[in-house]
């Protein structure tokens, strides 16, 4: 089955940038979503379509893709910043995850 | 705005059924359709299905076959998942969140299964 690949863990200082990358075979064929989860909270989107940010999302979170590689950018990450951050595709009409990555700011 | 209200905490044993809801608001109900995803205990996020919401036509999953069924009664914006025959692994959150590419995501309900 499809699979899409984030590392487990990134941290970042405050005020500095965090990058998180995503990878899968065919990544690069469809849009790539990213989505915020806090501890105890649902997910929100903070990405969509490889690189638009929904209205109420800081200026600081972008996206980029390379190839079959998306990356989220955090530029002057915040302490409020610190979550989970999954990618997500579609392939074959099923919604796709990657495992997450746990950011922590310290 | 677009807002998901599910129903709250369940607490079931096994072999019980549940039903969760998942109310919409703040937009044309079948202009989205309603994806269903999956949070076990400390786990990540895992896709259960979606359900059309202009035709009610429900297409779920790998391992999201049987048990589980979506529904919806239009006349009240809502969307529903019913799990039979629970199992202590179904022991969850469970989040609606509407499809269309611009997500927003209900507030996740806990089903917990235990004797």
């Known amino acids: 089955s499809y699979e899409l690949t984030q590392p487990p863990s990134v941290s970042v200082s405050p005020g500095q940038t965090a990058s998180i990358t995503c990878s899968g075979d065919k990544l690069g064929d469809n849009y790539c979503h990213w989505h915020q989860q806090k501890p105890g909270q649902s997910p929100v989107l903070v990405i969509y379509?490889?690189?638009k940010r929904p209205s109420g999302i800081p200026e600081r979170f972008s996206a980029s893709m390379s190839g079959n590689t998306a990356t989220l950018t955090i530029s002057g990450t915040q302490s409020l910043d610190e979550a989970d951050y999954y990618c997500?595709?579609?392939?074959?009409?099923?919604?796709?995850f990657g495992g997450g990555t746990k950011l922590t700011v310290l | 705005q677009v807002r998901l209200v599910q129903s709250g905490s369940e607490l079931k044993k096994p072999g019980a059924s549940v039903k969760v809801s998942c109310k919409a608001s703040g937009y044309t109900f079948t202009k989205y359709a309603i994806n269903w995803v999956r949070q076990a205990p400390g786990q990540g996020l895992e896709w259960m299905g979606w359900?059309?919401?202009?035709?009610?036509?429900?297409t779920y999953a790998q391992g999201f076959t049987g048990r589980f069924v979506f529904s919806l009664d239009t006349s009240v914006n809502t969307a529903y998942l019913q799990i039979s025959s629970l199992k202590t692994a179904d022991t969850a959150s469970y989040y609606c969140?509407?499809?269309?590419?611009?997500?927003?995501w209900g507030q996740g309900t806990l089903v917990t299964v235990s004797s």
């Open positions: 969140a509407t499809g269309g590419g611009d997500y927003h």
């Open positions: 359900i059309n919401t202009n035709t009610g036509n429900p």
């Open positions: 997500q595709t579609w392939d074959n009409s099923a919604m796709i």
């Open positions: 379509q490889d690189t």
